[in-house]
């Protein structure tokens, strides 16, 4: 059966919000407080599981599946090698909070072979620099010399990719951006190839209670119904808009894989809804902004609702200054495409 008849077919299960369920004849049954476990959690985790083929754990946020899969896997001072111009999000945590604890996050060119590790964490279409790794090459390596590799799937969704299937150990998601699609949930997922780390990462989370609750996981599995169709639409429209971006003279270069990148042309056919785009400054970037009519000036991405931002506010030097990082949402395209070449006159 085709992914989207699966992901479309059968009702959602009921809204149940019960945090304690009655033992069976004095005995707990699998469902009996909902720190453990929970009945619209546990069939997120299914369906999840079935799509990233492995086993599925619910997060709170993706955040929170990252502290989660690093403190339960990984020793004290164990390192972790995270692929340059991925989320920063992810970067500031092994180094802030993580570090605390001895954990060290060392940064890699994820195109090149990583650097020795306990835990190599790789992100095709990396969040917003837009690079892909060779998914097979990088995992053999990593895994030759000694470490696991996490892949981070949020941009790409397992419609398109299925990380665990080339030999990653994991792989993680924020679903508060395309499984869940409408920016109304946060929520996060950790994949894993092995039921041990499985079992492992789910006594972790009961023990912590770093839990997802049964309202956004219920968001969560709504959105999954249309996840293929949403994946494949703001794939297509935004291939078209990075041509059309990269023939703009207000635009200094285009970021994304779809256009150019022979590497990712192996491992995937569409390319998801994120790219980037530079022109020439800050000052420009910020014009961009506040000249869009039709695109979201605001963050995160995979909504059904296009948006745009210029990530220097967040990131700092560790992007250019005229960076704009466009999600593509489902809108049509020629009224994206007039929002987006209106404002960039202003760049000009
Ligand atoms: C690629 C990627 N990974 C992880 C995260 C963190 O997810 P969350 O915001 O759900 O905690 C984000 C958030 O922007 C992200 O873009």
Redesign the pocket.
């Known amino acids: 059966m085709e992914r989207t008849t699966r992901l479309a077919r059968g009702r959602l299960p009921a809204l149940d919000r019960s945090t304690v369920h009655a033992f069976e004849d004095g005995t707990p049954g699998p469902i009996y407080y909902q720190r453990i476990a929970h009945p619209v959690g546990l069939e997120a985790e299914r369906l999840l599981g079935e799509l990233e083929g492995g086993d599925a754990l619910l997060f709170p ?6 502290t989660a899969l690093v403190l339960a896997m990984l020793e004290p001072g164990a390192t972790v090698a995270v692929a340059d111009g ?2 920063w ?2 970067v500031a945590l092994l180094r802030g909070e993580l570090g605390r604890w001895g954990v060290e996050g060392v940064g890699f060119d994820q195109t090149s072979p990583p650097p020795p590790a306990d835990l190599v964490w790789l ?1 095709p279409c ?2 917003p620099m837009l690079s892909f790794p060779d998914l097979d090459a990088a995992i053999a390596a990593a895994h030759a010399g000694g470490a696991r590799v996490v892949v ?1 799937n ?2 790409l969704s397992p419609v398109l990719l299925r990380p665990l299937e080339h030999g990653a150990d994991f792989v ?6 395309i499984l869940a699609g409408h920016h109304d949930t ?3 997922v950790v994949g894993c190839a092995r039921p041990a780390d499985a079992s492992r990462l789910a006594a972790f989370r009961t023990a912590t209670g770093i839990v997802a609750a049964p309202d956004p996981a219920w968001l969560l599995l709504r959105g999954l119904k249309t996840l293929a169709l949403r994946v494949e639409r703001q794939s297509s429209s935004a291939l078209e808009l990075a041509r059309r971006l990269a023939t703009h003279p207000a635009v200094e270069r285009v970021r994304y894989p779809g256009l150019d990148d022979a590497v990712a042309r192996r491992y995937v056919d569409a390319f998801g809804p994120l790219l980037s785009f530079d022109v020439a400054d800050g000052e420009r970037a910020a014009r961009v902004e506040l000249a869009l009519a039709l695109v979201e000036n605001a ?3 995979g909504g059904v609702a296009s948006s745009l931002e210029a990530r220097a506010r967040w990131e700092g030097e560790r992007v250019p200054p005229g960076l704009l990082r466009l999600s593509v949402g489902l809108e049509d395209v020629e009224d994206l495409w007039t929002d987006l070449a209106q404002a960039l006159e202003s760049a000009r």
């Not at 993680?172 to 951006?177: D, E, F, P, T, Y």
Request: no cysteine; net charge negative.
């Open positions: 946020s993706g955040a929170g599946a990252t991925g989320y999000g992810t992100e990396s969040n981070d949020t941009v993680l998601h924020s679903a508060s951006k946060l929520l996060g963050t995160s991405l």
